[in-house]
């Protein structure tokens, strides 16, 4: 059991200390509030939006990365899903160079350098292979 005082959690209602013991569980769930105002503050600062982010005519939503819907977690892990199964379809070569630059984050030519091959036919196989990439999804759509 840890204490927690009820005047610096509402300093509207309590004017004077007032000492509570509280679980562990508990003083987590305030804490992590309190991290999570701490950081919507700085957003707001760092996006200068010195006003309510919840005003609901778009821009302060747009400042702000709004978390996602539970639809568009699914949606994504789909397309995630359909996009790991086309790179499948291609030749491997494409898909690794592929996997590398877009999964990875390499550069194309940190890629052309651990293959031992000139920078200019890396991009142009991983080009090739975005396009194979884009028929096979329309396909599968």
Do not use: C
Not at 60 to 74: F, Q
Not at 117 to 128: E, F, G, M, N
Request: glycine share 4%; hydrophobic share 40%; net charge positive.
């Amino acid at each position: 059991m840890q204490k927690i005082n009820l005047r610096e959690l509402y300093p509207d209602v309590y004017k004077t200390d007032v000492f509570v013991d509280v679980a562990e569980e508990v003083l987590a769930a305030i804490q992590g509030q309190e991290q999570g105002d701490a950081a919507y503050e700085r957003r707001k600062f760092r996006h200068k939006a010195h006003y309510s982010l919840n005003r609901e005519d778009g821009i302060e939503n747009d400042a702000l990365n709004r978390p996602l819907t539970p639809e568009e977690i699914l949606e994504q892990k789909q397309l995630r899903e359909e996009v790991y199964a086309a790179l499948m379809k291609l030749p491997a070569i494409q898909a690794r160079r592929i996997y590398a630059r877009f999964y990875l984050g390499m550069t194309v030519a940190e890629i052309a350098q651990i293959e031992g091959t000139d920078r200019r036919r890396v991009w142009a196989s991983i080009r090739r292979g975005l396009k194979k990439l884009a028929r096979l999804l329309d396909t599968a759509r």
